[in-house]
RNA sequence: GGGGCGGUAGCUCAAUUGGUUAGAGUACCGGACUGUCGAUCCGGUGGUUGCGGGUUCGAGUCCCGUCCGCCUCGCCA
């Protein structure tokens, strides 16, 4: 076999005269008979022209090459020379050619079920399920290629940041026990204890919290996490984090080692130098976008006009505002009238969005979505505009509107205006082009830590108390006093602690989420007293957590990143399958293998597991 | 679990209101061709219209069921 001597993407005119050998996949031919074949080399660095001159070889070989098709593999054996027919300056070897003098076929291909060509037949990639069974074709695509290589990138950069901070690399068990708080898990099943079954992680979190009870500080993982829900375009049940955890540390020692990932991530990965990264409270992100990720990219922000409505007579405006009552800081239970101004919005957005506008905000619940222009002599029109007259003023002031704005108001309580306005405000954006290309178009990246966010919301099925984060964060510094103290039936003080959690928001992407844990096996206890565990119940689950936590456990802290999100946002994609090697489907199968499969019923009884599944009659 | 879009040649798509033998590009096969670079030109093979049932003189097209893919709500501590 011909090995070779350098790859697809190295040749340069430096190298005119040297005898080389290449191999790779036939990524196009261009014959002329028995005279002259022209075939374009490529492998996952480049594409090379390599000829085949009638002249040096007889017609049984010229035959042969004359026959080469896409996607066989080869190799050759041949002269560096400038290229006789001229320069492409398509291809970064475009000033040389390698004339072939031997040459071998390594693998001929099948005819393929279609061609790893980034444009595609008619300019257009094949479906989704035919590249998913063929994987190893799609993956030859230089697109694909080249997100395999920036997931690299990012795994060196990561590992080298932490490193350089002190981080040990400590791989956690991903056969698990099962602590069914958060989200589904999958399970399997063990042979040598009949009747009990392992998880697979959600999350390594208890693990990294003992080791840092262990000592060893500083712990990094970049490891694979498990959660059975349904997938989306930007989330798959198997997924990868950047996983980290820290000693002696409160809130700001995480957030500062944070940032200065994230600084190093975006410069290792497009030059870019991220700018310092502001933070905003919770609460200020619920009231001004309706969200705890806010998109700070553009503005459309949220007004609360509650006190303006109430002056008028609409009553679907009077009678929301009638119900409820307020709280003292998280989860107010009063109606309110919100409203978003959109600048230019009379012209931009037409009858047909704004109708679609009432359709969408019912889709979260609200009850509608209201819509008035401001028209050139400053006036309302359309929709409620009757309702608005005798506020006109004040709603001018409030909201600042100008000739030429639309506004759109919801009017609900206020968990459910506050949604269907941030969801309202994100649809807008991108309905009027609001919205800029992220990173490699140019477009800015904007970074937020939310912060402060509550430690406790009701469940919204069974109304008991469920932790916002996770139930071992940690209440905020200045908080802890408040909550050790608090009467569990104190619906109103519960509410109102405040965590020591901290997201990064990313052009309103959640790409991190963490905190400061619990290390005081007092406050762990009440946590979970509070979250409806008996101690007992507490005891069966985290045992060695709560063990863990009575020898000695230094204060500690964290944080998590979704690694597939910050490679789907360096290589531009809104498609976490095109940033994994071997993805699943929205049902959870791998094509190309057909996972999952059917188990024997050997297999079956050596984990003590029958199996209720009727298979479909007929 | 709910809603939406889609499934026609290996691939990407077309096919009028339900109406003749389901077409095109590309891939593949054969042939021509000595400077191409998405080579070109000529010819050819290729179809259980996802699957099952129904309506109809007649179904790719309409109806019911089902499978698969994608988007989305719920869900994702």
Redesign the pocket.
């Known amino acids: 076999m011909l090995i070779r001597t350098h790859n697809c993407g190295q040749l340069r005119e430096t190298n005119i005269g040297a005898t080389v050998r290449l191999a790779g996949w036939v990524n196009?031919?261009?014959?002329?008979?028995?005279?002259?074949v022209?075939i374009?080399l490529r492998d996952r660095y480049g594409v090379t022209?390599v000829?085949f001159?009638?002249?040096q070889h007889d017609p049984d070989t010229m035959k042969l090459a004359?026959?080469l098709?896409?996607e066989d593999v080869i190799a050759v054996e041949g002269t560096v020379r400038i290229?006789?027919?001229?320069?492409?300056p398509?291809?970064v070897t475009?000033k040389v050619?390698v004339?072939v003098s031997k040459f071998e076929v390594l693998g001929k291909t099948d005819?393929?079920?279609?061609?790893p060509d980034d444009?595609?037949?008619?300019?257009?990639?094949?479906?989704?399920?035919?590249r998913?069974k063929y994987r190893y074709i799609d993956l030859r695509r230089p697109a694909m290629q080249h997100i395999l290589s920036s997931r690299h990138r990012l795994y060196q950069s990561t590992r080298r940041y932490f490193d350089e901070n002190g981080f040990l690399e400590i791989e956690t068990p991903i056969l698990y026990k099962s602590?069914p708080?958060?989200?589904?898990e999958f399970l399997v099943p063990s042979r040598n204890v009949p009747g009990s079954w392992y998880a697979l992680p959600?999350?390594p979190?208890l693990f990294k919290q003992i080791l840092m009870v262990a000592g060893c500080d500083r712990y990094m993982q970049i490891c694979r996490c498990f959660?059975d829900?349904?997938?989306?375009?930007?989330?798959q049940a198997e997924f990868t984090q950047i996983d980290l955890e820290m000693s002696f540390v409160r809130r700001e020692q995480v957030m500062e080692m944070m940032e200065g990932f994230v600084r190093r991530l975006w410069k290792d990965m497009c030059g870019y130098d991220v700018p310092p990264i502001p933070r905003m409270p919770y609460r200020e992100a619920m009231e001004r976008f309706g969200i705890d990720r806010p998109d700070t990219r553009y503005g459309l922000e949220i007004t609360d006009i509650s006190e303006v409505a109430a002056r008028t007579d609409a009553a679907f405006f009077t009678e929301t505002l009638a119900k409820g009552a307020d709280r003292p800081r998280f989860n107010s239970k009063r109606g309110v009238v919100k409203a978003i101004r959109i600048p230019g919005g009379a012209e931009k957005l037409t009858r047909k969005l704004t109708d679609g506008y009432h359709e969408f905000v019912r889709?979260?619940g609200a009850g509608g979505c209201a819509a008035v222009k401001v028209n050139a002599q400053g006036d309302f029109e359309t929709g409620i505009a009757k309702f608005l007259a005798p506020v006109k003023n004040e709603l001018f002031a409030v909201l600042g509107l100008r000739p030429g704005d639309t506004v759109l108001f919801v009017a609900d309580l206020y968990a459910v205006a506050t949604k269907a306005l941030g969801?309202l405000r994100q649809k807008v954006a991108r309905d009027i082009g609001l919205i800029p290309k992220p990173g490699s178009e140019g477009g800015p990246w904007n970074f937020l830590f939310v912060i402060d966010f509550p430690m406790f919301e009701r469940d919204?099925?069974s109304g008991r108390w469920?932790?916002?984060?996770?139930?071992f964060t940690a209440p905020r510094d200045d908080q802890a006093d408040a909550f050790v103290h608090a009467d569990v039936n104190d619906e109103i003080t519960i509410e109102s602690i405040v965590s020591a959690g901290y997201d990064i928001v990313l052009n309103g992407q959640e790409i991190a989420g963490g905190s400061i844990r619990i290390h005081d096996r007092t406050v762990q206890s009440k946590v979970f007293q509070l979250l409806g565990m008996t101690p007992e119940q507490a005891r069966e689950k985290f045992s060695f957590l709560l063990e863990a936590l009575s020898y000695g456990a230094p204060p500690h802290g964290g944080i998590a990143f979704g690694l597939d999100r910050l490679v789907m946002n360096f290589v531009g994609t809104a498609?976490i399958?095109d940033v994994i090697a071997f993805p699943?489907?929205?049902?959870g199968?791998d094509?190309m293998t057909s996972a999952p499969s059917k188990a024997t019923d050997e297999q079956l009884r050596d984990v003590f597991v029958k199996s209720t599944h009727e298979p479909?009659r007929g």
């Open positions: 196009a031919y261009r014959g002329h008979g028995t005279g002259l022209f374009d022209q000829v001159d009638g002249e004359d026959h098709r896409n290229r006789v027919g001229g320069e492409n398509k291809l475009g050619e004339v005819p393929l079920p279609f061609l444009s595609g037949s008619g300019g257009k990639l094949a479906n989704e399920d035919i998913g602590t708080e958060g989200a589904r959600q999350s979190q959660r829900e349904d997938p989306r375009a930007d989330r889709s979260f969801e919204k099925e469920i932790a916002m984060h996770h139930p498609n399958r699943k489907t929205q049902t199968q094509l479909p």
